[in-house]
């Protein structure tokens, strides 16, 4: 039965009546349903709008039925409207007219905007600890390779000395980043619609703070339109979820790169790759490739929650139905992404070999070489120009900074010593690079400490 009988004199068409349910992809609210309804019912009672005989009803009948839905006993109906409908009916059947008493002084739209709220509340909750989990296995790892020596990029050429733990606490801010991002749109979506009612509140002397104490919330939505109408908090949501991904494909993207026989970095398990069909010698990082492909479904999904609300005039619209299976699925993503990545980077074995011969090629000490002809008072453009020349000169002759003779250095600028060959190291370059935030081991180890002492 619908919830909605009285006014109508048919039967809504079998087609129109499976396009407007939502039970299909709304089920999955039903704790969340059961657990609002237990404390509208519980605010009723105190306010003296129900008894206490009809609030114990609706409490025991909504934790039976939550009990048997865990346990199996009870399918939700499909055919149902909507997951509150069949909750409702189910109830009714269950303790009679107390049943039927529950729905006072709200509506579905801020029973449904109450729902997504507390569901999402506790997904972002299990978001954020796989977010800390990743930086956990990253601070690991990178604490373990703070002094690996590897080539940092830019426009994808080998430019400075860096290394790999460095690199990998990179990641670790950027993740940080969208663990503050989490938690912050958390805090805004942690205010109570439920007593908004359809639109414009109640004549009942309901308690909206006290339910939204009871729920968990940290305040009451302040207007009632606003309350029924917006989503922005799904908006907020799907941002910080998008802009997470957008870390995870870059990560993506390197691992990808790094595992690839033309750099050949990391290697990945075995368990966390897969094979060819028809190539016996391939190993592919396919959990890396769908994790930079199912970026682009998490962008999709807050585009979609945009243009659903970019027109809508206050207050509740239909359309608003779009907002759930388009947040629903954001987070579903992001949650499998995670779940499959950390293990993944968990996993991966670096190959510092690797990384110390693609460092060694180059000329990625050519800064510090430039900078060392500058600690002997030689103005740094004059100093960058020598350097290039040294460049010029090495690829001449098919050698590097480090074994090119002192004639061919002080044949450019006499300037030059043996002490270059100390200040173009590649360890020393790296070790002298101490500015805040530089790759230097000591600021990798304190970074990582840092990262650990927010997480702690």
């Known amino acids: 039965m619908k919830l909605w009988t009285g006014r109508f004199k048919k039967q809504l068409d079998e087609a129109a009546d499976a396009y407007?349910?939502?039970?299909?992809?709304?089920?999955?609210?039903?704790?969340?349903?059961?657990?609002?309804?237990?404390?509208?019912?519980?605010?009723?009672?105190?306010?003296?709008?129900?008894?206490?005989?009809?609030?114990?009803a609706i409490i025991n009948g909504l934790d039976g039925i939550l009990s048997e839905i865990e346990s199996g006993a009870l399918e939700i109906d499909m055919s149902a409207e909507d997951i509150h409908t069949f909750i409702e009916a189910e109830l009714t059947d269950r303790i009679g007219a107390a049943g039927k008493r529950l729905h006072t002084a709200r509506s579905r739209n801020?029973?449904?905007?109450?729902?997504?709220?507390?569901?999402?509340?506790?997904?972002?909750?299990?978001?954020?600890?796989?977010?800390?989990?990743?930086?956990?296995?990253?601070c690991d790892k990178a604490e373990q390779h703070a002094a690996t020596v590897m080539p940092g990029y830019t426009h994808m050429q080998r430019a400075q000395p860096i290394t790999f733990g460095h690199h990998l606490m990179a990641y670790a801010n950027m993740l940080e980043r969208d663990r503050e991002r989490l938690l912050d749109a958390r805090k805004r979506m942690n205010r109570s619609p439920i007593g908004c009612c359809a639109l414009a509140g109640t004549t009942y002397p309901t308690d909206r703070a006290a339910e939204a104490k009871a729920l968990g919330f940290d305040d009451i939505c302040h207007n009632s339109l606003d309350g029924v109408s917006d989503r922005d908090f799904c908006i907020e949501l799907a941002a910080a979820l998008s802009i997470l991904m957008t870390h995870l494909s870059r990560f993506s993207e390197e691992i990808i790169l790094w595992c690839s026989w033309e750099f050949k970095f990391v290697e990945l398990s075995d368990a966390f790759s897969t094979g060819s069909s028809i190539m016996p010698q391939k190993k592919n990082p396919d959990i890396a490739e769908l994790t930079r492909g199912k970026a682009g479904r998490v962008f999709g999904d807050t585009m979609t929650l945009l243009t659903v609300l970019k027109g809508l005039p206050l207050a509740y619209n239909k359309d608003m139905q779009e907002d759930k299976e388009a947040i629903f699925d954001a987070v579903d993503t992001v949650t499998m992404c995670l779940d499959a990545f950390t293990p993944m980077i968990d996993t991966m074995t670096a190959l510092p070999d690797n990384m110390r011969k693609a460092a060694a090629g180059g000329f990625i000490n050519a800064t510090d070489c430039a900078d060392w002809l500058t600690s002997k008072g030689i103005p740094f453009r004059d100093a960058y120009k020598a350097t290039g020349e040294l460049v010029a000169r090495c690829i001449e002759l098919g050698t590097t900074l480090e074994a090119l003779p002192i004639e061919e250095y002080r044949a450019i600028c006499e300037d030059f010593d043996e002490g270059v060959y100390d200040a173009i190291a590649l360890d020393r370059c790296v070790a002298m690079r101490k500015s805040a935030g530089g790759p230097a081991p000591e600021n990798t180890v304190a970074e990582v400490a840092r990262i650990r002492a927010i997480l702690a």
Do not use: C, P
Not at 26 to 44: F, K, N, Q, V
Not at 111 to 124: E, P, S, Y
């Open 20 to 56: 407007n349910s939502s039970i299909s992809f709304d089920s999955r609210m039903y704790r969340e349903d059961i657990r609002g309804s237990m404390a509208h019912a519980a605010m009723l009672a105190a306010q003296g709008i129900i008894s206490e005989e009809d609030r114990d």
């Open 110 to 138: 801020d029973q449904v905007a109450l729902d997504i709220r507390l569901w999402l509340r506790n997904a972002v909750d299990g978001i954020v600890t796989r977010v800390e989990g990743l930086m956990k296995v990253l």
